[in-house]
C-alpha cells in the first residue's frame, strides 16, 4: 500500500511549487469526494518507496469557517497521513505557525518546509533553523526554495525518515487559566466514556466544543453527547465570567503566545522597515492611480488572450479542417468504408472534436496570463482597487476575483467564489460570473465576427466583453435593490501577498494541467455530442424525408425538432432550423455552438479534401512550415502589444510589426462556413443587412444564455438546486430579450436608414 | 460581553490611526466569523499593528506582526480597538 502525505499550508506560501517539485508530472486534479474544491494529488517515488502526495486546500487555519478547512482538518483526521508536510513562508513565518500550532494539537507526524528563505533573507530576517525545530520539539525543520527547486532533496530525506517512524510531535500549544482547567474538566468528561470517538483525540474535541465548532457540535450531537454539549457551554459561560474573553478568543491568543515565543528565540529581525511591496503598493493601491494601473492590466490580459492566441489558433484549424479532415476521408474511402462511416468520422467526431481542439492556444494563453496574475500577486491588488467600486454594487472587493476567473471558464469561477465569506456574496457572485465571457464562447464571437465583419471581427468580440461587463454590473445592481436589499456586502479582509515573478514553469505547468483537464472534460462531451448529433442529423424525420446518412439536414429528426423551436427566435432575426439547433446543442457546452454549426453547414456537403497531388510528406511539411509561422507571427503579437498600448494614448500612433506580410491571413479554412452563414441569416431574417443584425443578437444570445451543463452542475453542487433553477430560467429570458431588443432596434435603424 | 479590557485602556478604532504609526490591538468587536477570521491572520489581541496606507474611501493596509501585509475594509476597521505603542517602540516609516 502506497503511504499517503498531506501537503498544508497557508495561501500564497509557495506551496504548488513545492508539490510540482516532489511530484513532477505526474500529478492530476479531481475533485475532493462530495465537494467541488480542487484536489490535486501526485505520486512521488523516495528510493524504493512509494507515496501518494495530497495537495490540500490552502487555509490560514483548521476551523469549522469554510469549507476548504473543514476538508484539511477532516483529511488529516480520517485519513491518517503518514507525515504532514506544512509549507511555511519564512518570510511571515510568526503568522504562518498559527497553522502549524493547530496542526500540532491535531497530533499528526509534521515536516516543516521552510520555503521562501531567500526572500526573509533579502528582507534582513535571520532564521536560526535549529533552534526553531528544537523549540518545536525537535520537528524536522528543511530550508526550501520551492520555485528553485532547493532543498527539495532533504525534504524528501526528512519525508521518508518522518514516514518510517511516525512521531507525534512533542510540544503543542498549552492552555492554562480559567480557559485550561475547563479544558481539562471536559476532556476528562469526554475521555471517561468512550474512549476516542471517531479518531479524534479528547483534548482537541474539548478545546473544539468550547470553541462552538459547528461541525464537531453537529458531530456530538449525531453520537448522541448532547450532555457533552451542555457542558461546553457551561463552560463557555463560566470562562467569559472570569476573563472578560470568549473561549474562541482565548484559544487564538494563547496560540499566539506559544508562537511569539518560538520566534523570540529563534528569530532576528528588523522592524519598521518598508519592503520593496510595499513601496510598489504605494502606486497600485494608491486612491488615484490604482485604477489606471488595473485597466492598463485587464488590457493587457485580453490583448494577449484574444491577440497573441490567434495564430495557432489559425494554424490549429487549418490543420484540422483542412489536412486531417481530407486525409481522413481519403483514409475510410480507401478502406471501403466510404459511406455512413466516412460521414460519421468526418462530418460527426472531427467536424465536432476539432471545433474544439481550435481553441487549445486561447485557454492555454488566458490560462497563463491568470496564473501570472495570481502568481505575481497583483490578483488581491486588483480586489483592493475594485472593492470601493464593488462596495456600490452592494458586492465587496473580493468578488471580483471569480469574475475575472469567468473570462477563462465559468466552472472554476463558480468555486473561486468559495473565497468569499457569506452566502449572499458567493451566491451574486457565482451568478454574474456566468455573464462574463468564458473562453468557450469567445469561438462563436470570432465565426460570427469574421463572417459579418470581416476585418473589423475584433471589435465584435470586444463589445461583446464589454456587453457582459456591463450585463453583470446591472445585474448585480438589481440583486443590491431588490433581492438583497438591506444586506451589507461582507466586510473586505484579505492577506496581500508579496510581489513575486512568477516563476515560467509553474506558470506553464498550472494553465496546461487547467487546459487539458477541460479538454478531457469538454472533449468527452462534445465526442459524445458530435456523435449523437450526426445521428440524428442522418436520421430521416419522416418515411417521404429520406434514407439513413442520405437525407437533407433539415429533413432529418435533428432538422425538425430544431425547427418546431426555431419560432420562438423569430423575433431576434435568427429563427432557423440551423441557429436554433446549434443554440440547443450549446446548452451541454457552449463550444460545442461552432462545432454544431460546422456539421450543420458544411459537414456532410463539402469534406474538404486535401490537394490532389499532394503527399503526406508534403502535407507534414506544410503543417510544419504553417506552424513556424504562427511562432513568428505569435512572438510579433506579443511585441505588438508594446505599439498597440502606446496608441492608447492620445497623439500617438506608431506601426505595428509585419514581418510576414499582411496577405498571409490563412482564412480560406472556414470560408465556407461563414458564407453559409452569412447566406442563412440573411435567409431567416429577410435581407444581408437584417441578417446581419441577427447575428449580432445571435452573439448577444450566446453571450447570455445558460453558460453549460457543467458550469449549471457547479451551480447546482454550490447552491443547490432553485438557485441553479432560477439561474436558468433568468438567463435564458434575458437572453431572449436582449436578442429580440438589438434585433429588433437594429432592424429600426437599418429602416431609418441611420445605418 | 464584557468590555473590561476597552475600558481600562486608552483605546480608539484603528481607522483613526495615522499612516506611519504602530499600535497594539487592545480589543476587536464583532461577529464571531469576522473575528475568526481576523485571528488567522493575526490580529489578536497584543498583536502589533503598523499602519501602511489609510486613504478614504480605500480599504486600510497594515502590517501585522511585521510581516504579513492585510488589507481591512474600512467598515472593520471601527471594529478594532487599538492603542498607542509606547513611543519608543514606534518604528515609524521614513518620510
Known amino acids: 500500500m502506497t503511504a499517503i502525505i498531506a501537503l498544508a499550508g497557508n495561501p500564497n506560501v509557495g506551496k504548488s511549487s513545492i508539490f510540482n517539485a516532489l511530484t513532477g508530472a505526474q500529478q492530476h486534479v479531481g475533485n475532493w469526494p462530495g465537494k467541488t474544491v480542487e484536489k490535486k494529488e501526485g505520486a512521488l517515488r523516495i528510493g524504493a518507496d512509494e507515496f501518494l502526495v495530497v495537495d490540500l486546500p490552502g487555509t490560514y487555519s483548521l476551523t469549522a469557517y469554510s469549507a476548504e478547512e473543514i476538508i484539511a482538518r477532516d483529511f488529516i483526521i480520517h485519513e491518517r497521513p503518514s507525515a504532514v508536510i506544512t509549507v511555511v513562508d519564512a518570510a511571515n513565518l510568526e503568522r504562518n505557525l498559527y497553522l502549524v500550532a493547530q496542526l500540532l494539537e491535531l497530533e499528526v507526524p509534521v515536516v516543516l518546509a521552510l520555503n521562501m528563505t531567500d526572500i526573509a533573507r533579502g528582507r534582513g530576517m535571520t532564521i536560526d533553523i535549529e533552534e526553531l525545530s528544537a523549540q518545536l520539539g525537535g520537528l524536522p525543520v528543511v530550508e526550501t526554495v520551492g520555485n528553485r527547486r532547493l532543498g527539495i532533496e532533504a525534504l524528501k530525506a526528512a519525508l521518508a525518515a518522518a514516514a518510517a517512524r511516525p512521531v507525534a510531535p512533542l510540544v503543542r500549544p498549552t492552555y492554562g487559566g480559567a480557559l485550561g482547567e475547563e479544558l481539562a474538566a471536559l476532556e476528562n468528561a469526554i475521555a471517561a466514556q468512550d474512549g476516542p470517538a471517531a479518531g479524534f483525540r479528547p483534548n482537541w474535541l474539548a478545546a473544539r466544543l468550547l470553541e462552538d465548532d459547528a461541525a464537531i457540535v453537529e458531530f456530538m450531537s449525531a453520537a448522541g453527547r448532547d450532555d457533552l454539549i451542555a457542558a461546553a457551554r457551561r463552560a463557555q459561560v463560566r470562562i467569559e465570567a472570569a476573563t472578560g474573553e470568549d473561549a474562541e478568543t482565548l484559544i487564538a491568543d494563547q496560540r ?58 489559425d494554424w490549429i484549424d487549418g490543420l484540422i479542417n483542412g489536412v486531417v479532415a481530407g486525409r481522413a476521408a481519403a483514409l475510410m474511402t480507401a478502406a471501403g468504408l466510404g459511406g455512413w462511416p466516412a460521414g460519421l468520422l468526418t462530418g460527426g467526431i472531427i467536424a465536432g472534436v476539432g471545433g474544439v481542439l481550435v481553441f487549445i492556444p486561447v485557454l492555454l494563453f488566458l490560462y497563463i496570463a491568470l496564473g501570472v496574475l495570481e502568481d505575481s500577486g497583483y490578483m488581491a491588488r486588483a480586489a483592493f482597487v475594485m472593492d470601493r467600486f464593488m462596495r456600490r454594487l452592494g458586492l465587496q472587493g473580493k468578488s471580483f476575483i471569480p469574475m475575472i476567473v469567468g473570462f477563462g471558464c465559468t466552472v472554476p469561477a463558480v468555486y473561486a467564489t468559495r473565497t468569499l465569506d457569506n452566502e449572499k456574496d458567493r451566491k451574486v457572485t457565482a451568478f454574474l460570473a456566468t455573464f462574463m465571457s468564458c473562453g468557450a464562447r469567445l469561438p462563436v464571437y470570432v465565426l460570427i465576427g469574421a463572417a459579418f465583419f470581416g476585418a473589423r471581427a475584433t471589435s465584435l468580440v470586444f463589445t461583446m466583453y464589454l456587453l457582459g461587463i456591463g450585463v453583470a454590473l446591472a445585474v448585480a445592481y438589481g440583486f443590491k435593490r431588490v433581492v438583497y436589499k438591506g444586506t451589507p456586502p461582507a466586510p473586505f479582509l484579505m492577506e496581500l501577498p508579496p510581489y513575486r515573478a512568477p516563476h515560467p514553469r509553474d506558470v506553464w505547468r498550472q494553465a496546461w494541467t487547467r487546459t487539458r483537464d477541460f479538454l478531457v472534460n469538454a472533449g468527452t462531451i462534445i465526442l459524445g455530442v458530435s456523435v449523437v448529433l450526426w445521428l440524428l442529423m442522418a436520421i430521416p424525420a419522416g418515411r417521404d424525408a429520406g434514407r439513413f446518412n442520405d437525407v437533407a439536414a433539415e429533413d432529418s429528426l435533428f432538422g425538425a425538432v430544431s425547427g418546431a423551436l426555431a419560432p420562438v427566435f423569430a423575433p431576434a432575426g435568427f429563427g432557423s432550423w440551423e441557429a436554433t439547433g446549434s443554440l440547443v446543442t450549446g446548452f451541454l457546452a457552449k463550444e460545442v455552438v461552432v462545432g454544431t454549426m460546422n456539421q450543420i453547414y458544411t459537414g456532410a ?92 443578437a445571435f452573439s448577444v444570445f450566446v453571450l447570455l444564455y445558460v453558460p453549460c451543463m457543467a458550469a449549471t452542475a457547479a451551480m447546482r453542487h454550490e447552491f443547490g438546486g432553485r438557485w441553479m433553477a432560477a439561474q436558468i430560467g433568468f438567463t435564458l429570458a434575458l437572453a431572449w430579450l436582449m436578442a429580440v431588443l438589438v434585433y429588433q432596434g437594429g432592424s429600426l435603424l437599418l429602416r431609418l436608414g441611420v445605418m | 460581553m464584557s468590555d473590561r479590557i476597552a475600558i481600562l485602556q486608552p483605546a480608539m478604532p484603528l481607522s483613526a490611526v495615522e499612516r506611519g504609526a504602530t499600535v497594539v490591538v487592545r480589543r476587536i468587536n464583532g461577529g464571531r466569523q469576522l473575528r475568526h477570521r481576523l485571528y488567522d491572520l493575526g490580529l489578536v489581541q497584543g498583536a502589533h499593528v503598523r499602519v501602511l496606507k489609510n486613504d478614504l474611501p480605500c480599504p486600510m493596509i497594515v502590517a501585522v506582526r511585521e510581516n504579513s501585509r492585510v488589507a481591512l475594509g474600512r467598515g472593520m476597521t471601527l471594529h478594532i480597538l487599538v492603542s498607542p505603542l509606547d513611543c519608543s517602540a514606534n518604528g515609524g516609516e521614513p518620510a
Not at chain 1, 628 to 637: R, S
Not at chain 1, 677 to 685: C, D, G
Open chain 1, 605 to 696: 456537403a463539402d469534406a474538404p479534401a486535401p490537394a490532389p497531388d499532394s503527399t503526406l510528406l508534403h502535407d507534414i511539411a506544410a503543417a510544419a512550415r504553417g506552424f513556424a509561422e504562427a511562432t513568428v507571427l505569435t512572438v510579433q503579437e506579443m511585441l505588438n502589444i508594446i505599439p498597440r498600448t502606446l496608441n492608447l494614448l492620445p497623439g500617438l500612433s506608431l506601426a505595428e510589426f509585419d514581418w510576414l506580410g499582411a496577405g498571409d491571413a490563412a482564412e480560406e479554412d472556414t470560408t465556407g462556413l461563414q458564407s453559409a452563414l452569412v447566406a442563412s441569416f440573411a435567409r431567416s431574417a429577410g435581407s444581408p443587412a437584417a441578417g446581419t443584425v441577427a447575428a449580432v
Open chain 1, 256 to 313: 499566539y503566545r506559544f508562537i511569539g515565543a518560538i520566534i523570540e528565540a529563534a528569530v532576528v529581525q528588523p522592524t519598521g522597515k518598508l519592503t520593496a511591496s510595499d513601496r510598489i503598493d504605494n502606486l497600485v493601491t494608491h486612491p488615484t492611480w490604482g485604477l489606471p494601473v488595473f485597466l492598463l492590466v485587464m488590457w493587457l490580459v485580453f490583448q494577449f488572450t484574444a491577440g497573441v492566441s490567434a495564430p495557432y489558433l
